[in-house]
């Protein structure tokens, strides 16, 4: 079940906020700590005035909430809103039994009883469950991951836990699979909110409809993504649709990580077929690979992993992404000399497919140590990045591969004349139209985006995790 947290000062908010929702939920929880006082006293009301079961809750601040009432005005704000039709109550674990239970029991309102933890997973979370459980109808804990570690700890509560009644959640940026997979920790439901109510939240329509988190059952196949910052990662919104043009039982999720080594153990654990790697692991991954391609061995980097019999197999698909969209101009002869500013590892990727390619390469970097590295693995030109202006008119190819656009309007080769007759490539796809772009544009240039690069090298990753072309009747959106 998908839940969404409320956050809405009014019940007609809420009532609004689930009416928008509807066809993503399945659930609602009230929060009375969100609501104003006076609205406080109608949420009794609440549950007759919307079409789906209710959690009613009261959170603390100590636990994440933003009621600051004495402890008893808290409890009486519960007992009251006892009085409609809730179906469930979160009573806090340190609550002693009493007249909230009571009254719950005597209503038929299941009791949910709930632990929090901000800044860890207890060592013996799973004891805590049980003993949640034997005071309630269903044990909830709320912690949060510090890294994968605890991320396998929270996995493992469906086999030490199973036909325990129990609600789990990974908050922050560790937990966010754990949102997702939640049926694979043995969680009866997940909470959705686009307000972040809790670090690390989902909202309910990319819940229901990009990772159908719902549907995911046993024999769902996960794929994923792995790296730092991935959460804004395009990625899910590549392979989720795809699996689906497919019919294909397999969901793809954004993973935080902070080690590869414990990664894999979770890869294990939840036998995954395959994720995509990103900054800072293409390398780090390589240990792991039984086998890697050509492509991995001559770059030194791998974007893409997929499990083979008994061995994982490292490939490289950023090299042909970046490749799809200019090979023809390579073929023809349009494209024969290249400016690429940037040395990163995106960089080391497109200026070996370029060499590979019989295209002469200049490369232009801020740092010049990591230009000359690329430069002498791949046999071709570098210099500085102020020096760019002494290339102007030289190259039918320029490619944008610095983060340099990503945050800001800002072109890393600002003030070069373009001529009109380049051929210009920003990798950055976010924002789709760079200032350096823009600045191409404004010559005439033709411009290639790095949505591109992104799309074309996310189908070559589809094929490799499924041995299915991407479904043409499938359209992307990365928006
Ligand atoms: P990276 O390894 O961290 O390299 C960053 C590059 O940006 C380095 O050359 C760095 O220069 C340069 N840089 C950073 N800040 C700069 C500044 N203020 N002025 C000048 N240069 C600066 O990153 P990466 O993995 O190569 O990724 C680079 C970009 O490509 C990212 O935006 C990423 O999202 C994008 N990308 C897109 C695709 C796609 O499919 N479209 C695929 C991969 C990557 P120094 O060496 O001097 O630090």
Request: with cysteine; charged share 25%.
């Amino acid at each position: 079940m998908i839940c969404l947290t409320l956050s809405e000062s009014t019940i007609a908010a809420c009532v609004e906020k689930v009416r928008q929702e509807r066809e993503y939920i399945d659930m609602a929880e009230l929060r009375l700590d969100f609501l104003t006082k006076e609205e406080c006293a109608k949420a009794k009301d609440f549950p007759s005035l919307v079409d789906l079961p209710c959690i009613v809750t009261n959170r603390r601040v100590s636990d994440g909430g933003r009621c600051q009432l004495s402890e008893r005005a808290r409890r009486a704000q519960l007992l009251d809103a006892l009085d409609g039709g809730f179906k469930y109550i979160d009573i806090e674990e340190d609550l002693k039994r009493g007249e909230l239970d009571e009254k719950a029991e005597r209503k038929g309102v299941r009791i949910i009883r709930s632990l929090h933890d901000f800044n860890g997973v207890p060592d013996d979370i799973f004891s805590r469950i049980q003993q949640l459980r034997s005071r309630a109808d269903v044990a909830k804990v709320a912690v949060t991951p510090r890294g994968i570690a605890d991320v396998i700890t929270l996995f493992n509560a469906q086999k030490e836990l199973e036909g325990i009644d129990k609600i789990i959640i990974g908050m922050g940026p560790y937990g966010v699979c754990t949102r997702i997979l939640y049926k694979r920790m043995g969680s009866m439901l997940t909470f959705a909110s686009d307000s972040e109510t809790a670090p690390g939240q989902i909202s309910a329509r990319d819940l229901k409809t990009l990772y159908r988190a719902d549907q995911v059952d046993d024999k769902t196949a996960v794929y994923g993504i792995i790296g730092h910052g991935v959460l804004k990662s395009s990625s899910p919104k590549i392979h989720n649709p795809g699996f689906r043009g497919i019919k294909y039982n397999a969901v793809f999720v954004p993973f935080e990580v902070d080690s590869v080594r414990h990664f894999f153990a979770l890869a294990e654990h939840l036998k995954m077929r395959g994720f995509a790697v990103t900054v800072p692991f293409k390398i780090d991954v390589l240990s792991y690979c039984g086998n890697i391609t050509r492509e991995v061995k001559q770059i030194g980097a791998c974007n893409t992993v997929v499990r083979t019999p008994g061995l994982w197999k490292g490939i490289n698909t950023d090299y042909y992404g970046f490749l799809a969209p200019i090979l023809k101009y390579i073929e023809s002869g349009r494209i024969k000399s290249a400016l690429v500013i940037g040395a990163g590892g995106a960089s080391n990727a497109i200026v070996w497919a370029l060499r590979n390619r019989g295209v002469r390469v200049t490369i232009l970097n801020r740092t010049l140590e990591r230009a000359q590295r690329i430069a002498a693995l791949n046999i071709c030109q570098y210099d500085r990045l102020e020096n760019a202006k002494a290339y102007e008119g030289q190259v039918d190819l320029v490619v944008q591969t610095t983060t340099v656009g990503m945050d800001g309007w800002e072109n890393p080769v600002e003030g070069f004349e373009f001529t009109g007759r380049e051929i210009c490539y920003d990798i950055v796809y976010r924002p789709r139209m760079t200032k350096f772009l823009s600045d191409a544009a404004a010559k005439g240039c033709q411009l290639h985006f790095g949505d591109e690069m992104l799309i074309a090298q996310g189908m070559l990753q589809f094929e490799a995790f499924t041995g299915y072309h991407y479904p043409r009747s499938v359209k992307i959106d990365l928006s």
